[in-house]
């Protein structure tokens, strides 16, 4: 299996250097057909043969590939990336279906489209960092051309945009890569970009959760603000907490190990047993960060569970000034901005409408449908597991992102008249409850933000793709000129209503169970032990306004409908070609997924399920 | 036993859905048989839903199956629940909707002959009624949000149904813009309640039902319960409720209204009422049941089933908003000309009786009133359609007039269903057409609680005040509109002339709805109190026994008024004698000084649209505007100009690269720019520069970021190298022991590891 994963990643791209070499536009072009049919069946059997109830990666390889700076040529699945992959096989076959009738150079557009294919499928199978970013690189290079030669009048402008954008952010991401390859031998020894889901990496034993970069426990250490011990001091009433830091900060271990020895001897002797273990939890609680989960802290001391390091590296840290702190800060926010731009999010969102606008049609649903997904994707796959603790302490900062961009995307929506702009924006709008539902770090919002990702894969490109239809017909997409369309193809409003609905979270489609879970998810957030739990007012704030999302996500996709469906027919519609089959296969696909996806929404649940309880507990959440 | 109820009723709710499936898939193939396809299978389902009355055992509660959706937890194991859930309730409520789905598709038979979309408008409503079944049997409130936004898209269709004309388009829009307004509330509420119980959206009727594993489910009111007891809600709740500052119960109350909320869209209750009168602008048979019988009482049927979590608090704002409804509406129906206009005011008035008497505790008969209503609004808006499907569509009450010889089937069909209601009853006895049994417990719970909070409060008495006159008033408005329609002489020839009376198939559903309006109070008052009764305690309803007797003390100033006749008959007799022959008496009262401001705004229905439209709109719409330019001049403009400095950048490097380094190095800048060149025709010279721009720029950035990092890395690593040997001792190689050892046995690189030597007495 895991040779048929390779070969999957790899196949695309031999097509494509085959449709280079093929006699003609029409080979070429079956040629990818029967590239991507064999992919999507390769990615189902992915399906069928995956085990559900594991939570680590399955069919993994892990073959040395650049031995001089340990970097490995690692890929495997798992629950978090599975779905994405069906996704990205299946809206490649049906984005491939949509680009039949390409005029101009076919055979490099389907080369450069098969390239696309095996840059999306790599970034998602993955598992070493420095692999990914080659992949993360890979996919931006075809999409650029996609874009650039084949789009519309502004087409360069909005290629390089898109492409400057997403390079800005890869380099963030470089920055994060090289730090954490220079950190990692402090936590496993060795260089290395081994990501921290891989389930062999390294020398890990047999456990079940996932490699952290350092061990689950210890990795707590990074938990927060500098540790204020002159306050904690004051609240004991003694300066026992100096003590046991300047103890810590012994260079000599076994003199350390003497001094704390004393320390905590002392304690017991002024406090007895029972009041030793308050103190260390107290004196642990203090170095918590407000509103984090109470751990099972060691009150027993007869037992001693002071082999329970996580107190005790968390104090060296920081007695040491909590340098790994400002690391792990660093890289939370630059990976973060790395991934944000390619959500995209506000404020880093503008290369989204001007490259949507511009694409072609299919590029613009493979666009919408799998690129953007990259960004959700490697938030939970890097971000948040290498930075949980970051994640927590700016998770307001991020979820307040998530927000702006549920609200401004709608607002920008609703003022475009140019219906492809309109649909740009509101992938904008629905992108922000990726990154609350991320955000919030409950099990509702992770598993929300996760569907709203592939639901909205399904829709936008739907979206796309109904707009696209009646451009070509159209030859112009202002929402102004257009009107009574619903009566001129019956059907084709039918499907359109699927697709647009599905995109305003109406039950029973797609959209519905992400942005329903999200948003439960964000008052979740408020309860006893969840992050927000010391800021019940702004999680509660953050929520009402996500629900009021809803409220405009009515209003321009309403409006839109209206504006292009309701009416009476235009003259000009006589002339418009009859919808298709294969058009109406495209959206037939596309709007039975939609509904499907809608009523059995376990269909992805169940692909997720081990790996999000093994990922969030690794969190210190859920 | 069980399982044939749950067949019978997946049947019943099969069959509309189908009917959908069917006509929109083969809808060509059907052709003009759609409405027959239709009806009948929605005449099939009305007979499993009577069947399952009939067979209903105990009048008890049980879940039929519950099916897991949503998850909501990391491990994989809690989850937001769906299912099939039938009470009494449900039972009367499923009968109720199919029936009168299966009037109204009998109906539309007649109606909508001849649309050009014929097969399309049967998908919908088929769609709409398996929607609103699908309300009535939710277990969880999640599947209730489910189909109360499915019964939303159905109306938004229905409404919009001839989208050509710019009318219905805007109040399609409008309808569901407005509920959606009502939902955003409803989700709040749905998120407070979610993370204040731990997600268990489960019903509270739905305690104590027949599962397998009752560990499993938990009712709200369960958990409640539980937390209220232990005095704990302080504790679990503090946080939102300090926020809140409204005491131990401040997160309930925010929670029940926001759920309330929703019903307020749904049911189109004061504020957002707005959306019903322009709903009208749908196909009648719509009307009848989608804005009148069935989904604008979804509202009232969520907030009766939401009922126990409703506090005190809550149960007032619940109370009075259904008030200003109830007396806005009414005022508003007298003034109305057009005959759709008024049955939907007269909807709303009805709708905030309903809520009223939730709000004052009178649960069951809200529901009660909710059935009753929906028999004689439907009927009266079929008798409004059959009217206007006879005047050449024609809605306009000033040019009828003398109707009532034309058709004396719908005139008498009308009539009935104006005095039932109006409550009308026979003096000195209990015997009442429904909305007499129904009308009549509400204003007794109405005047029980206003005499009751009177007392304590000031305004109270307007919580009997206002339902009784509002009693007094729909007889009028109603008199009004029957007066107005088929009484005097016709006043317009045109429309008079061809008028007719409404064929078969328009007729027999209207005779079958007027019927059960004179019966459904009489024959089901009992079985529908008492079925509330064991319902209403599983939620822990406080009944009132007075209130389920007509005649007892406690009701004795209701009826004083309703039961002994004065209540309807001279209201209704004032107004059909005062419009006998139209408006004209009518005009000159409200032209007088005094009254003419205010049937101005009652016309001008109290601006709310104005309000609604140009305020809230508009600014949303400029809002959007402004968003939209700052996107473009100012986010999207910095991050041109970011580029444009990256290219400024460039081309200074690339004029230092030219003039400085190019001369020394004459050979290899000959090729670079012979390159240079090859690249500039394909790309219009400007890209190579603002890559490398770009390029140097964040070269420059990587660096400084680094260097930024540059001491950590140094101070950790001189240390390994100083000591020579590996650093045990420092944070660094706690990553590494406490990696190996992850399993649990640590090994003695731990400092505490010693410690039952030194810290074990």
């Known amino acids: 299996m895991s040779l048929l994963l390779n070969f999957m990643i790899f196949l695309p791209a031999i097509g494509g250097l085959l449709c280079l070499a093929a006699p003609g536009g029409r080979q070429a072009r079956s040629l990818a057909f029967w ?285 040491r000034g909590g340098r790994y702190w400002v690391f792990a800060q660093w890289a939370f926010w630059l990976s973060l901005i790395a991934f944000l731009i390619k959500l995209p999010s506000v404020p880093f969102h503008t290369w989204l409408p001007d490259a949507h606008v511009e694409a072609p049609t299919p590029i613009s649903m493979i666009l919408a449908g799998v690129l953007l997904k990259m960004g959700g994707y490697a938030m939970m796959r890097i971000t948040w597991p290498y930075f949980p603790d970051a994640a927590i302490v700016f998770w307001h900062l991020v979820a307040g992102l998530g927000v702006l961009a549920i609200l401004y995307g709608a607002f920008c929506a609703m003022a475009q008249t140019d219906w492809k702009k309109l649909v740009a924006y509101s992938s904008v709008s629905h992108m922000g409850y990726v990154t609350l539902g991320i955000a919030v770090m409950t099990a509702s919002g992770w598993n929300g933000a996760y569907f709203q990702m592939i639901g909205h894969g399904v829709s936008s490109a739907m979206m796309f793709f109904l707009v696209g239809v009646i451009y070509e017909r159209s030859h112009h997409r202002d929402l102004d000129r257009l009107g009574g369309l619903w009566t001129r193809f019956p059907a084709f409003g039918g499907w359109s209503m699927v697709g647009f609905f599905a995109a305003m979270g109406l039950p029973g489609l797609c959209g519905f169970i992400g942005e329903i879970l999200v948003l439960l998810g964000t008052f979740d957030a408020a309860s006893p032990g969840a992050i927000g ?37 235009r003259e000009e519609y006589h002339d418009y070609a009859p919808i298709s089959r294969r058009e109406y296969l495209i959206m037939g696909v596309l709007g039975v997924a939609a509904i499907v996806l809608g009523i059995v929404p376990m269909l992805v649940f169940v692909m997720t399920r081990a790996t999000f309880a093994g990922m969030l507990a690794s969190m210190g959440v859920g | 036993m069980d399982e044939t109820i749950l067949t019978l009723l997946v049947l019943a709710m099969l069959m509309p859905l189908a009917g959908t499936v069917l006509l929109l898939c083969a809808g060509r193939m059907i052709g003009d048989r759609a409405g027959w396809v239709a009806t009948s299978l929605l005449g099939f389902s009305f007979l499993c839903c009577v069947t399952i009355w009939g067979m209903w055992p105990d009048r008890g509660h049980r879940v039929l199956a519950l099916y897991n959706w949503l998850p909501i937890t990391a491990d994989g194991a809690g989850f937001l629940e769906v299912g099939l859930f039938l009470d009494s309730l449900g039972v009367a409520m499923m009968a109720m909707v199919s029936g009168i789905a299966a009037l109204v598709h009998l109906y539309s038979i007649g109606y909508m002959r001849g649309d050009p979309r014929y097969t399309r408008f049967f998908a919908y409503l088929s769609l709409f009624t398996f929607s609103m079944m699908g309300i009535v049997i939710s277990p969880s409130l999640i599947q209730l949000l489910v189909f109360w936004e499915l019964v939303g898209l159905t109306s938004y269709l229905l409404i919009g149904f001839w989208y050509e004309k710019r009318a219905p388009q805007l109040a399609c829009r409008k309808a569901f813009i407005m509920n959606r307004v009502g939902d955003a509330g409803f989700l709040i509420g749905l998120g407070i309640l979610f993370a204040q119980l731990g997600g268990h959206l489960l019903l509270p009727a739905t305690e104590g039902m027949l599962m397998a594993d009752g560990n499993h489910i938990k009712s709200m009111i369960g958990a409640l319960a539980a937390t209220e007891a232990a005095g704990q809600v302080a504790s679990s709740h503090a946080g939102l409720n300090d926020w809140l500052g409204l005491g131990s119960t401040g997160w309930l109350s925010l929670a029940g209204l926001g759920l309330f909320c929703g019903a307020v869209g749904k049911s189109a209750q004061f504020p957002l009422h707005t959306w019903l009168p322009d709903a009208m602008e749908g196909p009648t048979p719509v009307s009848s049941i989608v804005h009148s019988a069935t989904m604008v009482a979804a509202g009232v049927f969520l907030t009766a089933r939401i009922y126990p979590i409703l506090t005190p608090e809550a149960r007032l704002v619940i109370a009075s908003i259904g008030l200003i409804t109830l007396v806005m509406a009414a005022l508003m129906a007298l003034v109305m000309t057009d005959i759709k206009r008024v049955l939907a005011y007269s909807t709303l008035s009805q709708l905030g009786y309903m809520v009223v008497a939730l709000g004052v505790g009178a649960w069951g008969y809200a529901l009660f009133h909710l059935i009753t209503h929906a028999f004689f609004k439907c009927c009266l808006f079929q008798c409004a359609g059959s009217v206007i499907h006879a005047a050449h569509h024609e809605q306009d009450m000033r040019r009828y007039g003398g109707l009532g010889r034309k058709m004396p089937w719908t005139a008498a069909a009308f009539g009935i269903c104006v005095l039932a209601i109006s409550g009308a009853a026979i003096p000195l006895t209990t015997l009442g057409l429904s909305g007499f049994y129904s009308k009549d417990g509400i204003i007794a719970g109405a005047f029980n609680f206003g005499f009751g909070i009177s007392g304590q409060w000031a305004p109270g008495w307007l919580f009997w005040f206002l339902p009784l006159l509002v009693a007094y008033l729909t007889p009028l408005y109603m008199a009004r509109a029957f007066a107005l329609t088929f009484m005097g002489r016709p006043r317009v020839e045109s429309v008079h002339q061809h008028a007719h009376e409404a064929p078969p198939s328009m007729l027999i559903p209207q005779l079958a709805l007027a019927v059960m309006a004179i019966i459904s109070g009489w024959m089901l008052w009992k079985p529908m109190i008492e079925a509330s009764q064991p319902v209403m305690q599983v939620m822990g309803i406080q009944s009132f026994a007075w209130l389920h007797e007509p005649g007892n003390p406690g009701m004795k100033a209701a009826h004083a008024w309703l039961l002994q006749g004065a209540g309807w008959i001279i209201p209704l007799a004032f107004g059909l004698w005062w419009y006998r022959d139209g408006l004209g008496r009518a005009s000159r009262v409200a032209e007088s000084w005094a009254v003419r401001p205010i049937h101005r705004a009652l016309l ?158």
């Open chain 1, 35 to 319: 590239v991507t049919v064999v992919t999507l069946a390769m990615s189902l059997m992915l399906v069928a043969a995956f085990d559900y109830s594991a939570a680590g990666p399955q069919f993994e390889t892990a073959v040395p590939w650049i031995s001089a700076i340990n970097v490995e040529y690692r890929t495997g699945v798992d629950g978090l990336s599975l779905s994405l992959v069906v996704l990205t096989t299946g809206l490649a076959l049906l984005g491939l279906l949509a680009s039949w009738n390409i005029e101009k150079s076919p055979k490099v557009y389907f080369s450069l489209y098969l390239f696309l294919l095996t840059g999306m499928l790599g970034v998602f199978l993955a598992l070493d960092l420095f692999l990914f970013y080659v992949f993360f690189e890979i996919s931006l290079v075809p999409m650029y051309f996609l874009i650039g030669i084949w789009g519309g009048p502004r087409r360069e402008y909005a290629a390089i945009k898109f492409f400057l954008f997403t390079l800005a952010g890869s380099i963030c991401l470089l920055i994060v890569m090289l730090g954490l390859y220079l950190v990692t031998p402090q936590a496993v020894g060795k260089n290395t970009w081994v990501m921290v889901a891989s389930s062999t990496s390294s020398d890990r034993g047999s456990e079940a959760v996932p490699a952290t970069l350092v061990d689950e426990r210890v990795r707590r250490m990074f938990a927060g603000p500098r540790f204020d011990l002159e306050r904690w001091n004051e609240a004991a009433g003694d300066e026992s907490g100096r003590e046991l830091i300047d103890a810590l900060r012994l260079d000599d271990r076994s003199e350390s190990t003497e001094a704390v020895k004393a320390v905590l001897a002392e304690q017991l002797r002024l406090r007895g047993e029972a009041g030793l273990g308050q103190w260390l939890a107290e004196f642990t609680q203090a170095v918590l960060i407000e509103g984090r989960k109470p751990l099972a802290l060691p009150v027993e001391v007869g037992e001693a569970n002071l082999d329970d390091r996580y107190w005790s590296v968390l104090l060296v840290d920081q007695a």
């Open chain 1, 533 to 569: 739990a010391g800021s019940v007012g702004l999680v509660y704030v953050y929520g009402a306004l996500a629900a009021c999302g809803v409220i405009l996500t009515a209003g321009y996709i309403l409006w839109m409908f209206q504006r292009v469906y309701m009416g009476r027919p």
């Open chain 2, 604 to 761: 001008n229905k109290l601006y709310f649209d104005v309000v609604y439209d140009r305020l809230i709109s508009g600014m949303v719409v400029a809002q959007s505007r402004i968003l939209d330019w700052i996107d473009r001049r100012i986010v999207d403009g910095l991050v041109n100009r970011t580029a444009h400095l990256g290219s400024d950048l460039a081309t200074a490097t690339g004029r230092f690269d030219r003039d400085v380094i190019d001369r020394s190095l004459d050979g290899a800048a000959e090729s670079v720019l012979q390159a240079g060149g090859v690249l500039r025709t394909t790309q219009a010279g400007r890209v190579r520069i603002y890559v490398l721009g770009i390029f140097v720029a964040i070269l420059l950035v990587l660096i400084v970021v680094l260097a930024s990092f540059l001491p950590i890395w140094r101070a950790s690593a001189p240390s390994a190298a100083a000591t020579g040997r590996p650093v045990i001792w420092t944070f660094e190689s706690d990553f590494v022991s406490g990696h190996r050892h992850a399993s649990g046995s640590l090994g003695d690189s731990i400092p505490f590891s010693a410690k039952e030597e030194s810290i074990n007495p």
